[in-house]
């Protein structure tokens, strides 16, 4: 079983509408969960940091579900610019810090 | 807004030469990584590095890899005699621990070639 598994997509979300998409993660010992963003060929860019609690950033919207090993996301209002792979990424938080991706959820927001 | 740089943005180089990628992380960071990603695929961990020490390293690490921070600002990494399967976007990170769950920051990347 891959570490950090997701749904390759691609999600094709109207403009305005709500998308939501899960990430699942094999490794209990995980600590910290993360979303980020990548655009074609360009960096990952942290989105969001995920909490235990959920958390929200605006249109974003995070949940950990530890029990079941799943982190999601969701995004209200799409737009245009929101189309681009969305990264799970976990942390065992051992010496080295190490991320483990996941290989991406493609979003693509359509007019 | 602070943010990692990396030199340069793409690299070509023969098979067997070797490269040294260079990374500016933030600043105020004291822990600093490698990853890469080959074209189509995720990405990976290479390694982790702190008190100028590697502290954890990757199965993809192996002997023609290494890294330094030569002095107060840059960190590198070396592959001493590339192989075609090492062309891929090497990415530097670097966090803070006071920054939440010491969240990473990547720079650019450096898009290596090996022909």
């Known amino acids: 079983r891959k570490e950090v598994e997701q749904d390759p997509g691609p999600f094709n979300v109207p403009e305005g509408a709500t998308v939501a998409f899960n990430c699942t993660y094999s490794?209990?010992?995980?600590?910290?969960f993360f979303w980020y963003r990548q655009d074609c060929r360009k960096e990952p860019k942290l989105l969001m940091s995920v909490y235990s609690s959920g958390n929200e950033d605006g249109r974003f919207t995070a949940q950990l579900n530890r029990a079941s090993q799943y982190i999601s996301l969701l995004i209200r209002d799409s737009k245009l610019s929101d189309s681009a792979t969305y990264l799970c990424v976990v942390n065992k938080k051992a010496a080295g810090n190490k991320l483990t991706f996941g290989g991406g959820t493609r979003v693509l927001v359509k007019p | 807004e602070p943010e990692v740089t990396q030199t340069p943005s793409h690299q070509v180089t023969q098979m067997g030469q070797e490269v040294i990628l260079r990374c500016v992380p933030i600043s105020n960071h004291l822990y600093f990584y490698w990853y890469r990603q080959i074209l189509g695929q995720k990405v990976e961990f290479l390694v982790s590095f702190y008190n100028n020490e590697i502290s954890e390293k990757s199965e993809i690490f192996d002997d023609q890899f290494s890294v330094e921070r030569p002095d107060g600002s840059n960190f590198t990494l070396k592959i001493r005699s590339t192989k075609l399967e090492d062309s891929a976007m090497y990415f530097c990170?670097?966090?803070?621990?006071?920054?939440?769950?010491?969240?990473?920051?990547f720079g650019p990347g450096t898009r290596l070639t090996v022909t």
């Open positions: 490794n209990s010992a995980s600590q910290s």
């Open positions: 990170a670097s966090s803070d621990r006071t920054a939440g769950d010491y969240e990473q920051y």
